[in-house]
């Protein structure tokens, strides 16, 4: 079955340290990576994506992830977070034709303390 | 070029009512799809759509819900007979229609709806 694990509901990190979220995925066809990013009450924005070549991507607002095949897994990391990274993060999977629904593990909830 | 725009932002329904969420996608997109997010869950995937044409509503409920995308105008997600379990924020997503290369998911900012 086709789907997307993100383990930890929520995680709590003091500003300026470091960030990572786990993320594994069960996917048939080759996947297409995504990391989204969702404010209270807003749509999601992409922070990243993954199709093929290197491995680690970068992204935007200083985010980067790794895609490791071996393990299934496509981390989130950043090396100091701001309190405004606080919000909702959904990894998400997908194919490469149009039309293909993504499907999105539950997310994990960033909490910054100062 | 206006992102994916959704109306009304929030709706509030009482049971048996029905619901119109609008969705008009980026210009120059002609592939749109309808997410909804349960409360403490991920965005799961309901419908895709072309104009004119529904590809794939695998994801949709069997009963009460349904989807369209005319020829001119947005894309309506309508829910008849609306029942507590339907409050969700419902999210539409629209892509370009390249061949060759990834159609990246433009996301828009959601319709929370409430079912009183």
């Known amino acids: 079955a086709q789907s997307v694990t993100q383990p930890d509901i929520h995680i709590t990190v003091s500003e300026g340290a470091s960030l990572e979220l786990r993320c594994n995925y069960s996917y048939g066809a080759t996947p297409y990576l995504f990391w989204y990013v969702q404010s209270p009450g807003q749509g999601l924005q992409l922070l990243l994506k993954?199709?093929?070549?290197?491995?680690l991507v970068q992204g935007i607002k200083g985010f980067e992830a790794e895609f490791k095949r071996s393990q299934s897994s496509f981390n989130l990391r950043k090396p100091s977070v701001h309190w405004s990274d606080a919000a909702e993060y959904f990894c998400a999977v997908g194919r490469w034709q149009a039309g293909t629904a993504l499907i999105f593990g539950k997310g994990t909830t960033l909490s910054v303390s100062s | 070029n206006a992102g994916v725009m959704q109306n009304p932002r929030h709706l509030v329904r009482r049971r048996g009512q029905e619901a119109r969420l609008r969705c008009s996608p980026m210009k120059g997109h002609s592939h749109v799809y309808w997410y909804r997010q349960l409360p403490e869950e991920g965005l799961k995937f309901m419908v895709y759509?072309?104009?004119?044409?529904?590809?794939?509503e695998s994801g949709m409920p069997k009963e009460r819900f349904s989807a369209e995308f005319p020829k001119e105008g947005p894309s309506i997600l309508r829910i008849q007979q609306v029942v507590r379990g339907d409050s969700a924020a419902y999210f539409c997503a629209s892509s370009p229609d390249r061949t060759g290369t990834y159609n990246e998911q433009f996301f828009g900012p959601g319709t929370r709806l409430t079912v009183l």
């Open positions: 759509l072309q104009k004119e044409n529904i590809i794939d």
């Open positions: 993954y199709f093929s070549g290197d491995t």
